[in-house]
Nanobody, 125 residues
Framework: QVQLVESGGGLVQAGGSLRLSCAAS????????LGWFRQAPGKEREFVAA????????YYADSVKGRFTIARDNAKNTVSLQMNSLKAEDTAVYYC??????????????????WGQGTQVIVST
């Protein structure tokens, strides 16, 4: 059983940066795509970014492309999300996620086998 634990959320001014981290424990996740989703108050959870099992392919929502960067370290069983040029609309709870099947690419909610508990990001204007 894999557990995912996020860290790095917080309060930041618009235009600032934050780096989220997610550590996996229980089993290695090096064969699985990992990703980040977010849920803003009153809205449905949405895809933010994903990275395939090898780290060679990354996928981003249009709303964050060019501002966010996802990366993984399979030796450490971690995935990170570097968020730059943050906007008020990036305010949300951010969730780390693991694909249910190995050796896949991008994924949506229905593909998620494991969710982290979430970390709050608040961008003030």
């Amino acid at each position: 059983q894999v557990q995912l634990v996020e860290s790095g959320g917080g309060l930041v001014q618009a235009g600032g940066s934050l780096r989220l981290s997610c550590a996996a424990s229980g089993r290695a996740v090096s064969d699985y795509s990992l990703g980040w989703f977010r849920q803003a108050p009153g809205k449905e959870r949405e895809f933010v970014a994903a990275i395939n099992w090898s780290g060679r392919s990354t996928y981003y929502a249009d709303s964050v492309k060019g501002r966010f960067t996802i990366a993984r370290d399979n030796a450490k069983n971690t995935v990170s999300l570097q968020m730059n040029s943050l906007k008020a609309e990036d305010t949300a709870v951010y969730y780390c996620a693991k694909h249910r099947q190995p050796f896949k690419g991008a994924f949506v909610d229905a593909d998620v086998a494991t969710w982290g508990q979430g970390t709050q990001v608040i961008v003030s204007t």
